[in-house]
């Protein structure tokens, strides 16, 4: 096992778009262990992705299992090509990054997520998630196709016309 | 560093932004943390710069596109600097009929929890006849959820509509 460097801002390799994983071997399983070696290391992250410590690889770790006030979660997972095929309501949100260091923001994202994912035997996996744990996997998500929640980031004032803007939101989805 | 603080208000128009960052950027200061918002049809810059120069210089900087501009300034030498940034663990949202202080009635009960606001933004909307506030705080207090809870439950009887909620920030 090894600790990983992580990439920060303005690191160009992070906004790269990851590949497919096609070789589930114990190459894959040992980057996996180095990968959450890595994660744990930092300050309390929720999740990981790949890119963030230059694999341009399509792999996240997520566990919301020990957040301050329990939310609900699948525990700690190994998505490996996940893939967000439904997605369902809007939430406002305050993230911050591993690779962002010293900076926190709001961000919108979907309520309920349903995720399509193999483990890293290459088994396939369907999950449904709301809250902070859909939140987390779309932040890890955004990682894959290299985007960083700063990206993201809405007006200060968005929080005061908030209904407004959920209104319009599942409108458009509902289209 | 040795920051100053910079505050420009005036009527909005477009290009202010642009005009007195340019100044600013000529004259080789570097900008810290800024907050920039229109309120009431006025534009308002706080904003932390240093160019190693003295207050004068840089009131001397800024004086010709602030007379343009129509803009008041103002310069105060500040202590404290970049990467300070602490992060809220709570916000409250008030909405209710406007009326004399709601403002201080709120934020009086949250500071009796020894609650911090790090951002405060507020609003009145609707029409003038029945107007009605809007406010959002984002804060910081070591205080259980339950107890600032019951410091602005009397504030319901007032019919001004408060709900204070964790934030639980997503490092990811
Ligand atoms: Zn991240």
Redesign the pocket.
Known sequence: MAMLEILQLPDPRLKEVAEEVTRFDEELKAFIADLEETRQAGPAAV?I?AP?VGRSQRIVILDCSKTKKPVENHGHLILVNPEIIEWDGFELGREG????PDYTGNVIRAERIKVRSQDPQGENHEFEMVGFEARALQ??VD?LDGI??IDRLVSRRTDLFQRKVYQKGSKKRDA | MNWQMLTLVGEDQPGIVARVTDALYRGGCTLGETSMIRLGGNFTIMMMVDGGQSEQALASMIAPVADQLQLKFHLDPMHGGLHRHRVPNYQVRVNGADRAGIVAKVTGALAECGFNILELASDVVGDSAKPVYIMTIQGYAEAEIERLEAALKPLAAEEIDVHVSAIETLI?
């Open positions: 999740g992705a963030q990054c591993l690779s962002v932040h890890e990682h960083l929640f | 990811g």
